[in-house]
């Protein structure tokens, strides 16, 4: 990879090619735009619970295994690796990539899944697009303007971020152009995120065991040198060392694969890449079957697993008879959210609601309004 002090190449996003905010604002000239944008997302309320939001077990049931914040870190210092490897605008990844999840719900994708059933004929729920609508919206810590004000090459990203669970919302900006190169970065820095730490978590739980892991090729890559040194030490003296190996692997395939799509596609703009005809950061052909092989048994063996099926049943569960609860007698939602129902209606204000609770607000307000001895 590029060293962290080269230019950057004509076709990154920097401050003197941005588009600007909605509503114009005037700092001092020689303030960077993406760090006035950093700031305001570290200091939102949003930012902050994703502390105590599921990223696949529930916020709560063990200190060592991941949350929606500490996910949303490690997507930004991936985000900040490939940035540097691509010689673009790391401090633009990094920031699409802890923005990137602000309007995810509580409890993981089953949240998400549960909001969007609930919302099916309401708009529909989305979390890149409640991402949108917390930055631009939600958040208002400002008497200017509501929302963050935030850059457009950052709101554009969010748009249009894409994974296996993330789709591009019905959203403007989602113009069926591609986000810029530290947009796309950001995107597969979440999918290598999750891919690598979710299976360390998965380790941690007991759901898989060192035996199971050898069925994956990149594990077993990855494991084959680390063994050799330390053959008789537990898994969990080795895993991270094995993870490392495994996140650099698909690292290296990125940059390398993503160099020569930029090259071939001779962008030389931040629009060319918009306009170009395909993705320019991606794995290799090579590297996508060993990807998906990852991928599908994260989702046979961990996903699927029986104890996170009864955690997802449980989400479903206190998010649906909240809902319900808020829509049958609005007076239950707080003051601040129910005098917007005229203007917004009530299953997007009850949506809003939902989304923006953790998973112990939730479950809190489930036993204040549905167990007897609880105080409301």
């Known amino acids: ?57 529930v916020a ?15 997507v930004a210092s991936i985000a900040r690796r490939l940035c540097v490897g691509l010689q673009v605008n790391a401090a633009v990844g990094e ?27 309401h708009g529909g729920f989305e979390h890149n697009a409640q991402t949108l609508r917390v ?46 190169v ?7 820095a979440d999918r290598i995120a999750y891919d690598c730490h979710d ?8 759901l898989i065991v060192e035996p199971d892991l050898q069925e994956i090729t990149l594990w077993a890559q990855a494991a084959g040198p680390v063994r050799e040194s330390y053959p008789d030490l537990p898994l969990a003296a080795v895993r991270r060392p094995i993870l490392d190996a495994l996140e650099a692997a698909l690292l290296n395939d990125v940059v390398a694969e993503s160099r020569r799509r930029i ?23 090579a590297m996508q079957p060993h990807v998906g092989q990852l991928e599908s048994f994260l989702a046979d063996r961990v996903y699927h697993h029986h104890r996170l099926v009864r955690m997802d049943d449980k989400a479903d569960r206190f998010i649906s008879q909240l809902f319900n609860a808020y829509v049958s007698r609005p007076k239950l939602l707080p003051p601040r959210f129910h005098q917007r129902i005229d203007d917004q209606g009530l ?30």
Not at 98 to 119: Q, R
Not at 145 to 150: A, E, S, V, Y
Not at 199 to 206: R, Y
């Open 347 to 376: 299953h997007c204000v009850t949506c809003d609601y939902l989304a923006g609770m953790t998973d112990r607000f939730c479950q809190d307000e489930y036993q204040r309004l549905f167990e007897a001895h609880q105080s409301v």
């Open 1 to 57: 990879m590029s060293q962290a002090n080269d230019p950057y190449k004509p076709y990154a996003v920097t401050s003197a090619s941005s588009r600007g905010r909605e509503h114009p604002e005037h700092f001092p000239a020689r303030v960077d735009p993406y760090a006035i944008d950093r700031q305001r997302v570290l200091h939102c309320a949003a930012f902050r619970r994703l502390e105590y939001k599921t990223q696949v077990f």
């Open 182 to 188: 530290e947009g796309q970065i950001a995107n597969l």
């Open 199 to 206: 299976l360390e978590d998965a380790v941690g739980a007991g």
């Open 95 to 121: 920031l699409i990539a802890l923005t990137h999840d602000l309007g995810h719900a509580p409890f993981g994708h089953a949240g998400e899944e549960t909001l969007a059933g609930l919302m099916q004929n």
């Open 263 to 285: 090259k071939t596609a001779g962008v030389s703009s931040v629009d060319d890449v918009r306009q170009a005809p395909r993705d320019l950061v991606a794995f290799s052909d």
């Open 135 to 180: 930055v631009t919206y939600l958040e208002h810590p400002y008497p200017a303007f509501r929302g963050l004000n935030m850059t457009f090459e950052v709101r554009e990203s969010l748009a249009k971020h894409c994974t296996l669970y993330d789709k591009p919302g019905l959203h403007p900006l989602a113009d069926g152009s591609h986000a810029p």
């Open 60 to 74: 709560g049931e063990h200190d060592h295994f991941r949350t929606r914040l500490t996910h949303t870190l490690e």
